[in-house]
């Protein structure tokens, strides 16, 4: 009883700020921070209701919400009525008036900034809106995991260095003027650190190299000499992996670089990017020798060997992309602890992990309204109606003019914080190949096979492609006319795989310059196996025109329709 009467001094504490939710939070210490969210996590339909209201108060003015009644909802129940759940095909036009510079659509004003999901080429990047507000709940989740880290690694931010793996992309704006940003890879200025200086391993202006041998050698040169490096923090913990297997396979070089103080190991660089890294070359014998030493005693140079101080390491631990972390726990030292950086998007942040080894997150109900799908699909649940160990598709109302979107993303809850959900991500709902979290549309791999056939002189009958998790690879089965199924299924692959690189910036990525894929591979299929594709279906839809083949599987095919 006691704990409920402080949950509800709190929620007046909130509903009595003349500044929202997130503004509030914003304006506290880290100590009160960590206690208010402690608080309110027991009390998630209050806090809940009142972002929802608050939100909701912000916008109605806006040209969504006046055609909505955002000024007419009173209840939960009034804005399910009166908002449809959306897409992004919903979103998208309102999205390209604000890129234009029209006001007051789905937010008061114009977009501080977009943030943009990483396009491909030939498929149009999403634009989300960002504000004022929705950029101080983003930050909000990034402060609440600093106090995170900081709970499993004291000081940690103060004692030593952080590796940060992030990617910094060229700027763009829309034709309306207003900035693009990305919401891909570890965002340095809105995550660790905040407000502090970070004391990073490697010049920063290093992230921003296109070359990639160069950036990766100048990266692992630089952070290798720092014995201190204490965190590390990315996305993806596969990317560190082949960080590291390049520099121990550059490790003369790199120790010889540090031994002078030089970056002759990464070839020809920009002269201005050389005169920035100046004040950072210092010659440094003792350190390469004892490299030296360890490549003479091991054979090899691994973290483990230079950096034994190693605390954190700050990954996604979660889904397909959570398998990576088992390939580098070998080449770290054994004290190395591991945190989920936390579930997000390009969309905002929705989570954060407080427990070590554990891909769960407490839902971030401090910053966005949330609704859930049940996975079997059903009435639409709030935060406080989940249950433990079930799978729900996840919609977001947010302070960036998203309202009731559909993420298509399906979490699962693990466990409790108070009476919030703790909430891991378990995959895409809709057709997206995600293996490294590189979310490839399975429609552009399925294009690009048709174009490369065609070109080939192969017509296709039937393709599907299934992410093999495993192997992490995309395999493509394809049947083709009889007339030209004498084709040469190695040849064809390494073909389609090189179309890919070209038409996709994220596959060329996560597949060449990280390696976090291995190149797609083709399998022939006999002919007959589209039709017993349709066959099966016909039986569970009892009506061939009901029946649409996937492109992208989660099974492979039976074996006896492979050549």
């Given at each position: 009883m006691?704990?409920?009467?402080?949950?509800?001094?709190?929620?007046?504490?909130?509903?009595?700020?003349?500044?929202?939710?997130?503004?509030?939070?914003d304006?506290?210490?880290?100590?009160?921070?960590?206690?208010?969210?402690?608080?309110?996590?027991?009390?998630p339909?209050?806090?809940?209701?009142?972002?929802?209201?608050?939100?909701?108060?912000?916008?109605?003015?806006?040209?969504?919400?006046?055609?909505?009644?955002?000024?007419?909802?009173?209840?939960?129940?009034?804005?399910?009525?009166?908002?449809?759940?959306?897409?992004?095909?919903?979103?998208?036009?309102?999205?390209?008036?604000?890129?234009?510079?029209?006001?007051?659509?789905?937010?008061?004003?114009?977009?501080?900034?977009?943030?943009?999901?990483?396009?491909?080429?030939?498929?149009?990047?999403?634009?989300?809106?960002?504000?004022?507000?929705?950029?101080?709940?983003?930050?909000?989740?990034?402060?609440?995991?600093?106090?995170?880290?900081?709970?499993i690694?004291?000081?940690?931010?103060?004692?030593?260095?952080?590796?940060?793996?992030s990617?910094?992309l060229?700027?763009?704006?829309?034709?309306g003027?207003?900035?693009?940003?990305?919401?891909?890879?570890?965002?340095?200025?809105?995550?660790?650190?905040?407000?502090?200086?970070?004391?990073?391993?490697?010049?920063?202006?290093?992230?921003?190299?296109?070359?990639?041998?160069?950036r990766?050698?100048?990266?692992?040169?630089?952070?290798?000499?720092r014995?201190?490096?204490?965190?590390?923090?990315g996305?993806?913990?596969?990317?560190?992996?082949?960080?590291?297997?390049?520099?121990?396979?550059?490790?003369?070089?790199?120790?010889?670089?540090?031994?002078?103080?030089?970056?002759?190991?990464?070839?020809?660089?920009?002269?201005?990017?050389?005169?920035?890294?100046?004040?950072?070359?210092?010659?440094?014998?003792?350190?390469?020798?004892?490299?030296?030493?360890i490549?003479?005693?091991?054979?090899?140079?691994?973290?483990?060997?230079?950096?034994?101080?190693?605390?954190?390491?700050?990954?996604?631990?979660?889904?397909?992309?959570?398998?990576?972390?088992?390939?580098?726990?070998?080449?770290?030292?054994?004290?190395?602890?591991?945190?989920?950086?936390?579930?997000?998007?390009?969309?905002?942040?929705?989570?954060?992990?407080?427990?070590?080894?554990?891909?769960?997150?407490?839902?971030?109900?401090?910053?966005?309204?949330?609704?859930?799908?049940?996975?079997?699909?059903?009435?639409?649940?709030?935060?406080?109606?989940?249950?433990?160990?079930?799978?729900?598709?996840?919609?977001?109302?947010?302070?960036?003019?998203?309202?009731r979107?559909?993420?298509?993303d399906?979490?699962?809850?693990?466990?409790?914080?108070?009476?919030?959900?703790?909430?891991?991500?378990?995959?895409?709902?809709?057709?997206?190949?995600?293996?490294?979290?590189?979310?490839v549309?399975?429609?552009?791999?399925?294009?690009?096979?048709?174009?490369?056939?065609?070109?080939?002189?192969?017509?296709?009958?039937?393709?599907?492609?299934?992410?093999?998790?495993?192997?992490?690879?995309?395999?493509?089965?394809?049947?083709?006319?009889?007339h030209?199924?004498?084709?040469?299924?190695?040849?064809?692959?390494?073909?389609?795989?090189?179309?890919?690189?070209?038409?996709?910036?994220?596959?060329?990525?996560?597949?060449?310059?990280?390696?976090?894929?291995?190149?797609?591979?083709?399998?022939?299929m006999?002919n007959?196996?589209?039709?017993?594709?349709?066959?099966?279906?016909?039986?569970?839809?009892?009506?061939?025109?009901?029946?649409?083949?996937?492109?992208?599987?989660?099974?492979?095919?039976?074996?006896?329709?492979?050549?």
């Open positions: 006691n704990e409920f009467c402080k949950n509800i001094t709190m929620i007046e504490k909130l509903q009595q700020s003349d500044k929202n939710i997130p503004e509030t939070l304006q506290i210490s880290p100590s009160e921070l960590f206690q208010l969210s402690q608080e309110c996590y027991q009390a339909e209050l806090t809940q209701s009142l972002q929802l209201k608050q939100i909701l108060d912000w916008s109605k003015d806006t040209e969504f919400g006046r055609k909505h009644s955002f000024s007419e909802i009173k209840t939960i129940a009034d804005f399910q009525r009166l908002v449809p759940v959306a897409e992004w095909t919903d979103v998208e036009p309102y999205s390209d008036r604000m890129a234009d510079g029209d006001e007051d659509i789905l937010i008061p004003g114009k977009p501080n900034v977009f943030i943009a999901t990483t396009g491909t080429t030939g498929y149009k990047s999403k634009l989300i809106p960002e504000t004022t507000t929705g950029a101080i709940a983003r930050n909000l989740v990034m402060k609440l995991k600093i106090i995170a880290t900081n709970r690694s004291p000081g940690i931010l103060n004692r030593g260095c952080i590796l940060p793996l990617n910094i060229p700027s763009q704006k829309t034709s003027g207003i900035p693009i940003s990305y919401a891909s890879g570890f965002t340095l200025n809105q995550s660790l650190g905040g407000q502090q200086p970070l004391k990073m391993a490697f010049p920063y202006e290093i992230l921003a190299v296109r070359n990639t041998f160069i990766d050698y100048l990266l692992m040169r630089f952070a290798i000499q014995p201190d490096v204490l965190l590390i923090a996305n993806n913990v596969g990317r560190m992996t082949e960080l590291i297997r390049f520099a121990n396979a550059h490790s003369e070089s790199i120790i010889q670089d540090i031994e002078n103080g030089t970056v002759i190991g990464a070839g020809t660089i920009d002269p201005v990017l050389l005169e920035k890294l100046e004040s950072a070359l210092v010659a440094d014998p003792n350190r390469a020798a004892g490299l030296r030493q490549k003479e005693l091991k054979g090899e140079i691994l973290p483990r060997d230079y950096w034994p101080s190693l605390e954190l390491m700050l990954f996604w631990l979660s889904s397909s992309v959570g398998q990576y972390i088992n390939d580098i726990k070998p080449l770290m030292p054994n004290t190395t602890k591991y945190l989920d950086m936390g579930y997000g998007a390009s969309e905002g942040k929705f989570n954060v992990a407080f427990e070590p080894n554990n891909p769960a997150g407490t839902l971030s109900i401090l910053t966005a309204f949330y609704e859930f799908i049940p996975e079997e699909g059903g009435t639409l649940l709030l935060a406080h109606q989940l249950e433990d160990q079930k799978c729900y598709e996840l919609v977001i109302t947010t302070w960036a003019g998203l309202y979107y559909n993420m298509k399906v979490v699962k809850v693990q466990g409790f914080t108070g009476n919030t959900p703790n909430i891991v991500f378990q995959y895409k709902s809709n057709d997206v190949l995600n293996i490294a979290n590189e979310k549309p399975a429609s552009q791999v399925n294009d690009v096979i048709w174009k490369i056939a065609a070109q080939n002189g192969i017509e296709p009958v039937q393709v599907q492609i299934y992410a093999d998790l495993e192997g992490r690879r995309y395999v493509c089965y394809l049947e083709s006319k009889a030209c199924s004498d084709f040469d299924a190695n040849e064809l692959s390494e073909k389609i795989q090189q179309e890919l690189t070209v038409s996709s910036i994220i596959y060329n990525r996560y597949c060449v310059e990280q390696k976090l894929l291995k190149p797609l591979t083709l399998m022939k006999k007959g196996w589209q039709d017993s594709l349709y066959a099966e279906k016909n039986k569970q839809t009892g009506s061939s025109s009901q029946v649409k083949l996937p492109v992208m599987i989660k099974e492979k095919p039976g074996s006896n329709w492979m050549l």
